[in-house]
Structure formats: structure tokens, C-alpha cells
């Protein structure tokens, strides 16, 4: 089991109710004097301890108020840990960032795992600028509007209120009026908030335009890459991507649409992109949150011992709240704990084969984080996003060996498998368009939200395959950006999910070969955290950081065939 962390040079009950109660463990890391190597690995693993804490403090604020969006004191702690807490924090980390630089006992720090923490630590000095910390406490306010805003969304069906996660389930329903009249409520549940979403992105990229201009760039989009540490990667490895993705994956994706439209015998309109086209209802995998759990653990064990019961721990724990309710917020998340190193899982579930891939998917972030708990540092743990989404990704396509769980029979099973992947194809297109929106978004400072939407719909033309009609729901179309949570809480968090859906392939692509070998490596990386660079991480996975167009290639036609094995 999970041993509970004893502290070292923190109170065993200290309490975050005002800054007074956590300044003094600052002030002693800022003006400790360090006078050996041995000190200095040593106000490292007590600055460790602080940083641990406080990120588990703040986790659990976010957790309790995304689990009800509806309880002002729940986001009323939160904002206080943001608005009282980190701007008071961000000048200290400053100023021990600088007193590790500045050491004489620095470079006595070697190998990859401190050579990867302090290339951070410098970005962090080089961007720091005390300017800022009201401007980001400010921008963390605004962006949890989003969740409060997405969370009231609902629509009203046969007498009952429906979540909208809860009513896109008739998006599958066979017959096609239902689907039409459950497309119209979602959307225009959506679009009494629109101008609502747009004033608030509005002043969040005014905001960020600002922090970005204070730390000496010229737009947000370059300063945010540095903030990233995307070390490993540019603007113009994104654009090559986004080519790519055009180039490989649209016509596959044009394929798949083109043979949706002959089955279903009529022109495609948006509610016919996810029901069967042979007229079977929707795969209902689980019956509530706690089937769910039950047939994950199931599902792991197949797969892996440890991968089940690292769930089992969490459900022990009571760190998953799985089921969609009113109130509460959008998505689905692995938040993990720097602390205690045991995460929580949040998701909507609705009974339907995405919730079951969403399991899956965190429940890989899960495993990522009781993998990585023993690192030395709490630091080494802060993976970047093109590894951890390798984790939940890979997680997604290896549990395939378990999920007859949830599909008893294997017609449901392949038409489960199917759906899969062909959503991994259909989702690439989706992550560049994504990515490349914000491109645009942060390096036109000043645009209007018409601008925007405008750029929304010519992007949305560019990786679409012009098989489906919108006319007479123009309006709909131009907002459909506003439902990416990542644009509002997580800006350029996206591309990863493309980066590392290839990587992700790669590793099934390996399972398939050699499934004992594959899940050694697999576990190998994500027990590396980030203590190396990361190439060298999916190298452990036995993998490549690959994104170029012929790599890209190869992986469509490795999933193309598995699709074939299917038919």
C-alpha cells in the first residue's frame, strides 16, 4: 500500500489558511546558508517537501470545486490559494531558483535528471518577472469561469435535465430525428453562452498578451513555448505537423466519411457523424460509476497486476468521482498528488464506449503517477504533456487485451475496437486544427471575435473533408471552438495529445510484436518521470520522437491494417 508521507522539515498538520502559516518555510530555504553539496541536495529535498505539499494543497482545492461547480465556498478556497497564496509564493520561487544557480555547489549536481531540473530552472529565471504575478493570479481566476459556465450548460428531454454529456448519447441514437432534435438542444444550450465565451476569452487573451509583452516577447505564443519548456521542439515542428496531418491522415479520414455517407444512403448533416451507420443502437459498456471501476480493474489485470491494482488503491482512497451530474464541471482529468503520490480521477461518465476509452486514458495517467512516486524530487515527477498523454495514450490501445469487460460479445468488442481507432485517425485532424488556431489566436493580438470565428470556419474547412452540410447551422459551426476546454484553462496544450497519440501507436504497434517486452518498456519510461529529455524517454519505451510526414505514414497504415483485421 501507499505509505502516508511523514514530513521532514514541515509540521505533520500544517494548514494553508493564510500566507503567515507558509512564509516562514520560505524564508528559511531563502536564507539557509548551504555550505556543501550534501547541504544543497539537502534544501533541495526540503524545497521538494514545500512544493509538494502546497501542489496537493491546491490540487484538492480544484478537485472539490470542478466536483461542484455550484458551491461558492468551494470556489471561494480556491481562489484563495490563487489570489493570496501563489502571488506571494512566485517571488520566493524566484528567489530560490536563483540561490540554486547560484551556487558553488551547483554544477556538483550532474546527470540527466538534474541536467533536464535546472534547464528548467534557468527558463523559469529568464521568465520570471514580478509584473506578472497579479496578471497570472488573475488569469487563473478568469479561466475556472470557464468550468462554473460549461458546468450550468443542460437541456431539457422528455421532462427530464440532462447534462450535455448525458445528451450527446442521442448523437448514436438509430433513429435521425432524434439525433437532429438532441444535435439543436446541445447546440443551442451552447449558444446562449457564446457571446458569453467570447468576452471571456477576449479579456483571457488580453491578459496573456500582457504577461507575455512584461517577460520581453513579442506575443504569447513564443513566450508560452518557453514557459512549456518545449525544448525539444518549434513553432515550425508544429506547422510541419499540421501539413503532415493534412497530407497523411485527410485522406484517410475523407475515406471514412465517404463510405458513413453511402451506408447511411443520404448526404451527411453533423448529427450523422457518430451514430451506426448499420442502424444498432449505442454500445452501453457499464451500468454506473461503480461498474465502471470494477470492469477497469478487470480490464488492467488482463493487461497487467500492478496496473489493477494501482485502481483498486484509488477507489480505496475514494479518488475517483466518475458519473456526470448537473453541476458539475466539463471533461475528465488525472490530477496527480505531489504529496501522498496517489492521483484523482474525474470524469462524466454516461454509460458510453468514449467513457470507457476516458477510464482508460486516466487510469494511464494513474499508473504513470504511482510509477514515478520514489523520484527523488517532486520536480523530476512534472512530466512534460508529450509524456504524460504517451502514458494515458499507450494505456488506451494496450487495455484492448481487457476490455471484453466491457463487451461480452465480439461483434461489440470489434465494433468497440473500431470505433477506437478509427476516432485516433478522425482526432489528429481535430489536434491541428486545434493547435494551429492558437497559433493564429496568440500571435494576431487584437483581433475581433468575428475575426476569430471567421479563422475557426476557414481552418475547420482545411482538415475537414467537405462531406458533411451545415447550411442553415452556419452559426453553430463558427463557435465550435468553445467547447475545447484547453483553449480557456491550458493554452497550447494540445499538440501534445498528437505527438504523443504516435508515440502511443508506436508502443501497441511493439505490444502486438512482443507484449512482455513492451509493457517492460512502457513501465520503464513513465518510472523516469522527466529526468531525462524527451527523446530519450520514449527511447525507454522503445519508441521514437518522431512527427515527420513519413513517420506519420507508416503509423496510418499500421492502423489501417489493424481497421482491415476488423472488417
Not at 526540503?46 to 491546491?58: H, K, P, T
Not at 551547483?106 to 529568464?126: H, K, M, P
Not at 478568469?142 to 448519447?169: C, D, F, P, R, V
Not at 444498432?280 to 500492478?306: M, N, Q, W
Amino acid at each position: 500500500m501507499i505509505t502516508i508521507i511523514k514530513h521532514r522539515f514541515l509540521p505533520d498538520k500544517l494548514k494553508v489558511d493564510s500566507w503567515d502559516s507558509i512564509a516562514p518555510f520560505f524564508k528559511d530555504l531563502a536564507e539557509r546558508n548551504i555550505a556543501s553539496t550534501d547541504e544543497l541536495k539537502a534544501w533541495l529535498k526540503d524545497r521538494s517537501e514545500l512544493e509538494a505539499f502546497l501542489s496537493e494543497n491546491l490540487a484538492w482545492r480544484y478537485v472539490h470545486m470542478t466536483c461542484d461547480t455550484t458551491n461558492p465556498e468551494l470556489e471561494k478556497a480556491y481562489l484563495f490559494f490563487v489570489n493570496e497564496i501563489e502571488p506571494k509564493a512566485a517571488p520566493y520561487s524566484d528567489i530560490l531558483n536563483k540561490k540554486l544557480i547560484e551556487s558553488p555547489f551547483v554544477n556538483e549536481l550532474t546527470g540527466d535528471a538534474y541536467f533536464v531540473y535546472l534547464r528548467s530552472i534557468r527558463q523559469e529565471i529568464a521568465l520570471f518577472r514580478e509584473e506578472n504575478i497579479p496578471l497570472q493570479a488573475e488569469i487563473a481566476s478568469e479561466a475556472q469561469k470557464y468550468g462554473s459556465i460549461s458546468g450550468s450548460m443542460s437541456i431539457e428531454w422528455e421532462g427530464k435535465e440532462l447534462t450535455l454529456q448525458q445528451a450527446a448519447n442521442f448523437l448514436k441514437n438509430p433513429d435521425r430525428s432524434i439525433r437532429e432534435k438532441a444535435f439543436l438542444k446541445i447546440q443551442e444550450a451552447r449558444a446562449a453562452h457564446s457571446e458569453e465565451l467570447d468576452a471571456l476569452f477576449d479579456k483571457l487573451l488580453a491578459l496573456r498578451h500582457q504577461v507575455a509583452i512584461n517577460a520581453g516577447f513579442s506575443n504569447y505564443r513564443d513566450y508560452k513555448f518557453a514557459e512549456l519548456g518545449r525544448f525539444d521542439y518549434t513553432p515550425e515542428d508544429c506547422f510541419a505537423f499540421h501539413d503532415a496531418i493534412r497530407q497523411e491522415v485527410m485522406p484517410l479520414v475523407k475515406a471514412f466519411n465517404e463510405k458513413r455517407q453511402k451506408e447511411l444512403g443520404h448526404t451527411l448533416r453533423p448529427w450523422d457523424l457518430e451514430v451506426d451507420t448499420q442502424n444498432r443502437p449505442a454500445l452501453e459498456p457499464f451500468t454506473s460509476g461503480a461498474d465502471l471501476i470494477d470492469k477497469t480493474i478487470h480490464c488492467f489485470r488482463k493487461v497487467d497486476d500492478y496496473f489493477a491494482w494501482c485502481i483498486e488503491t484509488m477507489d480505496n482512497m475514494e479518488r475517483l468521482d466518475l458519473e456526470s451530474r448537473k453541476g458539475k464541471a466539463p471533461g475528465g482529468y488525472n490530477y496527480p498528488m505531489a504529496e501522498t503520490s496517489v492521483p484523482f480521477i474525474f470524469m462524466n461518465a454516461a454509460s458510453s464506449t468514449r467513457d470507457v476509452e476516458t477510464m482508460v486514458h486516466e487510469g494511464g495517467h494513474a499508473v504513470h503517477s504511482f510509477l514515478s512516486k520514489d523520484l527523488e524530487l517532486a520536480a523530476f515527477k512534472n512530466c512534460p504533456s508529450e509524456v504524460a498523454e504517451l502514458a494515458s495514450m499507450s494505456m488506451e490501445l494496450i487495455s484492448y487485451e481487457g476490455q471484453d469487460e466491457f463487451y461480452k460479445n465480439t461483434e461489440d468488442f470489434n465494433r468497440a475496437k473500431e470505433e477506437h481507432l478509427e476516432g485516433i485517425i478522425k482526432i489528429l485532424p481535430w489536434i491541428a486544427t486545434i493547435d494551429k488556431f492558437q497559433h493564429w489566436l496568440y500571435t494576431h493580438p487584437g483581433h475581433t471575435a468575428a475575426e476569430r470565428r471567421a479563422y475557426w470556419v476557414e481552418l475547420s474547412n482545411e482538415f475537414g473533408t467537405g462531406l458533411v452540410d451545415w447550411s442553415g447551422y452556419e452559426q453553430f459551426r463558427q463557435t465550435g471552438w468553445q467547447k475545447q476546454l484547453h483553449l480557456f484553462e491550458v493554452p497550447f496544450y494540445y499538440i501534445e495529445y498528437g505527438i504523443a497519440q504516435l508515440g502511443a501507436l508506436a508502443v501497441w504497434r511493439n505490444y502486438l510484436n512482443n507484449k512482455q517486452k513492451a509493457i517492460e518498456q512502457y513501465k520503464e519510461a513513465l518510472s523516469l518521470g522527466y529526468t531525462k529529455p524527451i527523446g530519450k524517454i520514449y527511447e525507454a519505451a522503445g519508441i521514437e520522437f518522431n512527427f515527420t510526414a513519413t513517420y506519420i505514414r507508416e503509423l496510418m497504415q499500421f492502423v489501417k491494417s489493424e481497421l482491415e483485421k476488423l472488417a
